[in-house]
């Protein structure tokens, strides 16, 4: 693994630049659909072209540094914040006030369509219960400078594109976030306090409570519980994935060291957490199409914003 590292952080700029390419990171080759247990630079790009439709300059390299590459297609990336799918509800509805207050529900800054509220977490400092989700969803997108949100805001459940209405359904106010920049971004994440006397429970809707971290591994059969889509399952295409520039409102910003799986989302899951088969928590999910899903990290999300897992 080693190795791989190192051959992808020599060639990801290079590769990055190419035409229609959207991401790379490190994974197996695939063929016919199939995963095979070949280690490769994995080139993720928009859409598949003939070779005859490419430029030389264009073309991927076969390998890099000795070690071979695979492309995949990846389609249009954005953030999963709009939607416009059904699914089959649950137990809970998602969409709907959800009490006591659980994980895999709606939820958004009260100028946010709506998200997925992904796990409790507790302050570092002070053991406080937050709210954990990313900042398009909690914090409006914001760089931290733009004026789209403050410390303080009301946050919705459900968000208000499933109905909840200010001040009716205010259940936490905006603590903090990792602002979106249009540099190098390591996750888009934001908690909230929630209000005095909300009931809460930590068991993620359709999937029970997180049991763990883990780190994500290539192959690794993945699930999570998502506003959009419900419980899906699917599985780790690559990890330390680099991305081109995402669209964010108005602007757009890349991000390094990413988890991509498989499509098992939709706009509106964005926030949900990314769990292994056992329930232990691997990343926090912000982004896709509608052929992957892109997440950050849980020890990333952790770490930037002082927060741990109560297990």
């Known amino acids: 693994m080693d190795n791989m590292r190192s051959v992808l952080a020599a060639h990801k700029k290079e590769l990055l630049q190419l035409k229609n390419v959207v991401a790379v990171g490190i994974g197996y080759k695939t063929r016919a659909g199939r995963k095979l247990s070949i280690p490769s630079i994995v080139v993720f790009v928009s859409e598949k072209l003939p070779a005859e439709q490419l430029a030389a300059q264009d073309l991927v390299p076969p390998e890099v540094s000795g070690v071979l590459t695979d492309v995949v297609a990846a389609g249009v990336i954005k953030p999963l914040q709009s939607f416009d799918h059904s699914f089959d509800p ?65 946050i919705l459940q459900p968000g208000n594109y499933d109905g909840g209405q200010y001040p009716r359904d205010i259940v936490a106010s905006l603590n903090r976030y990792i602002p979106i920049l249009e540099a190098d971004n390591l996750v888009d994440a934001a908690v909230a306090t929630p209000i005095a006397d909300l009931e809460i429970s930590a068991e993620i809707i359709g999937a029970g409570p997180v049991k763990g971290i883990s780190e994500a591994i290539p192959g690794m059969a993945v699930q999570k519980f998502g506003r959009t889509t419900g419980l899906t399952r699917g599985a780790v295409m690559a990890v330390e994935v680099d991305t081109n520039p995402i669209r964010y409102n108005g602007y757009a910003a890349p991000f390094i060291n990413q988890i991509f799986l498989n499509n098992m989302s939709a706009g509106g899951d964005s926030g949900s957490l990314i769990m292994d088969t056992a329930n232990n928590a691997l990343g926090l999910l912000f982004a896709g199409s509608n052929m992957v899903t892109i997440a950050s990290p849980i020890a990333s999300v952790l770490t930037g914003l002082d927060i741990y897992l109560e297990l």
């Not at 959800?98 to 529900?105: A, E, H, I, S, T």
């Not at 009260?110 to 900042?135: E, F, K, M, W």
Request: hydrophobic letters at 30%; proline letters at 9%; charged letters at 15%.
């Open 90 to 154: 649950p137990t809970v509805d998602p969409t709907q006030v959800v009490r006591p207050l659980q994980p895999g529900c709606s939820i958004g800054h009260y100028l946010v369509a709506a998200g997925t509220l992904g796990c409790i977490v507790r302050d570092r400092q002070t053991s406080s219960p937050l709210l954990l989700s990313n900042n398009h969803i909690l914090a409006n997108s914001s760089n931290g400078s733009d004026g789209r949100c403050r410390a303080g805001d009301p």
